[in-house]
Structures are given as C-alpha cells and as structure tokens.
C-alpha cells in the first residue's frame, strides 16, 4: 500500500471500531448474553465476532500469522441467517465471559495494527466494510432490546418533523439502467459486478417512501401491523430505538417486503425491480439520515428539494425491490471471502436498495446491494411504489 492510503485506511479501520465499540456501550452489562432476535446469535457473539472476522482475514489468510486462539477464530467466525422453523438453540451459559473475549479482542487489534501495512489494500476495505455493516445489524439487533435492558444514547440534533405529503408520482421515461460496477471504481463486494446495463420500459414511482398515515389506511382495512408498530387503547406508538412515541405519521414505514408487497397490491400497484430502482434513483443524494445521524426515521418530506426527482431514495430507510438477489453477469466469488454472497443466490433473499439512519456514508455507493429474507421484519426497510 502506498503511504498516504495506507494511513487513511489504518483512520477508517479506527473510526469504524469506535462505531462498534459505542454499540456496546448501549447494552447494560447483564444483558450482553440476551438475544433480542430469536433468528439471530446473542449479542455477546458480535463482541467477539468483528475481531474475529478481522482476525482470520487480515492476520490468518492474507499474513499467514500463527492463531494465539483458534477456539475463539472459530467460535466467533459465523454469523447466522436460519430458515424459519430453525431457529438457534444454544444457552447464554455456553458463551465464554466478556473479560476473555476482550482480552481477545485487545490481542487481535494490537496484532492487526502491528502489521496493517502489510495487508493487502482490498482486504482492509472489506474489514472496514464488514465492520460498519455489522455497525447497522448490531443497532437493529439492538433496536429489539427491551428499552430497561438499554443505556440511551442522544443524537446530535434533534430530527426534524413536517407535514404529511400528498401521494405524486414521478414518470420515469424508458432508458438504460445501468446497474453493477466497474473494477476499477475502487472497492466493491463480489455481488456488485460486473456493469450491468438494461433497458427499462417507461414507469412512475412514488415521490416519497410510503408513510406510517398511508400504511395505517391498510392496517385499518385488516393490514397486518409492522414490527415497529403497538397499539395501546385504541392509537398506534411506534417502537423507537430508545422509547416509544406516537405513531410519526410523516415518517417512511418500516415494513416487511411481504407487508410492503400486500400494500402495494391493495393499491393497485407493485413494488420497483431493482432495474426500476437505478433508473428513478439516477440523480439521488443522499437523505440527512443516514451515515449514523439519527436511530430513527425522519419524514419522508425532510429532505425535499425539487419536485421532479424523488425524494430519499439514499438514506432514512432501505427500500424493497421486486428483485430476488442474484448474481450479475460475470459474477465471481472473492477468495478471502468465498461465502459473501453465494450461499444467499437462493431465490429465498430479495435486493434491497438505498440505506438507513445507520448505513456507514460509505456503502451508500449505488452499486451497493443488500439483501433478505421477504418476511424479516426487523430492519430499517421501507418501499415506495411504482405503476409499470
Ligand atoms: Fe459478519
């Protein structure tokens, strides 16, 4: 690595560390043995995992380092996306206690530090990467967390609210979507390649994501309610990252693509393929929540400029496409991390587009894709709709 990249690397490995690590802060120290998503591991498993992951890419494969603990290497290697039925059975009792895996911790960063500017430059963009994507999976983890069990944490400023928004849709004329990504853009995952372009027949799409006061209309004709919603007496609250309010009609749904399919059907209308989605999304910048600022959505309206492009389609929310997660043409597995994608080209994950309040400003490339199961309802994802 040339010196002034390998310095910037070694500050974006550490800041993206101090993201993590204040994750943890959030979580009271009885309750880091608790699992708040019955399909995902404990969160004591991350304390571990990020290190580990770090571990035997950085120091075991790409330096050849000898292990100082191959147990903990392994143990903390995986994490875990079950089919439904299969849920994790294992007991807080079987992990290993917070001060051994913080002494591991320790180790592994001094080793890795020691020894960065030997590593392969790809390989520490996907350390980063890797991190900051567990820096979102970890807060919605979190999200989930009983609020007595959890430490608040403010944000800088308070979110801005506004005013409901009229429905409008925007006409996208017929043209090329131009999807993928080229090698020499710098870093990408295996999923993001190669270009891709593809004619898409004239559309419209929704200006705005859809809003909790559109959903509730369908939740009122016998919708089914999003996980982020409860009902006391008779109102609906949302489930914030730190304390319940009343139900922000102005701000994005946060949906299951299963939810989201059903709503858009009642409306007479489907959700955009991922094709769609790079067409409407062509001149997008990025919502002001997004990159950490805020744990949770802003109205869809917060960040209008002008009326002829839609609104957030980066930031304040991920959003469903159409689209089954699959390989690009040319598509090929890395060797430092054969299993990033593959095992999920399994017709059961669909694209995801876009970010939310907690993607890292660097994964907001449009060549980015994430990916789920259709029925999760535990991520920070909404839709918008689109009249093909
Ligand atoms: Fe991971």
């Not at 409008?168 to 870093?187: C, K, Q, V, Y």
Request: hydrophobic share 35%; glycine share 6%; net charge negative.
């Amino acid at each position: 690595m040339r010196n002034a990249q390998k310095h910037h690397l070694d500050l974006e490995l550490k800041a993206a560390r101090r993201q993590t690590d204040e994750l943890f802060q959030i979580v009271r120290p009885d309750s880091l043995y608790e699992r708040p998503i019955p399909e995902r591991h404990r969160i004591i498993f991350y304390l571990g995992h990020m290190e580990a992951f770090d571990w035997n890419l950085m120091a075991r494969r790409a330096l050849d380092e000898a292990s100082f603990h191959p147990t903990f290497d392994h143990l903390f290697a995986f994490g875990i996306d079950p089919p439904a039925g299969q849920l994790p059975q294992d007991a807080a009792s079987e992990w290993p206690g917070v001060e051994e895996i913080e002494r591991y911790n320790r180790r592994t960063r001094d080793a890795i530090d020691e020894s960065l500017a030997k590593v392969p430059e790809e390989m520490v963009h996907a350390a980063i990467e890797h991190r900051l994507m567990h820096a979102e999976t970890l807060a919605y983890i979190l999200h989930q967390l009983p609020y007595d069990r959890k430490l608040p944490r403010s944000t800088a400023d308070d979110p801005p609210r506004a005013s409901i928004p009229r429905t409008t849709f925007l006409e996208i004329p017929e043209g090329m979507a131009r999807l993928g990504n080229s090698p020499d853009n710098g870093f990408g995952w295996d999923n993001e390649y190669q270009p891709l372009a593809e004619n898409v027949p004239a559309f419209s799409i929704g200006r705005h994501k859809v809003t909790n006061a559109e959903y509730l209309e369908f939740v009122r004709q016998g919708g089914s309610p999003p996980l982020f919603w409860i009902e006391r007496a008779g109102a609906w609250f949302y489930r914030g990252m730190f304390a319940e309010m009343p139900l922000p009609m102005d701000c994005p749904v946060y949906a299951t693509k299963c939810q989201a399919e059903d709503y858009a059907r009642w409306r007479g209308a489907s959700l955009p393929s991922e094709a769609q989605f790079h067409r409407a999304a062509d001149s997008a910048v990025p919502s002001r929540n997004t990159d950490f600022r805020y744990w949770d959505p802003i109205p869809v309206t917060a960040d209008d400029t002008t009326e002829d492009i839609p609104a957030q389609m980066i930031g304040n929310g991920w959003e469903w496409t159409s689209s089954l997660f699959a390989p690009f043409p040319g598509f090929e597995s890395r060797a430092y991390y054969p299993n990033y994608s593959e095992p999920f080209f399994d017709g059961s994950h669909y694209v995801l587009k876009g970010g939310s309040p907690r993607t890292a400003a660097r994964l907001l490339r449009p060549s980015f894709r994430n990916w789920f199961r259709p029925s999760y309802p535990y991520i920070y994802a909404t839709f918008r709709l689109v009249h093909s």
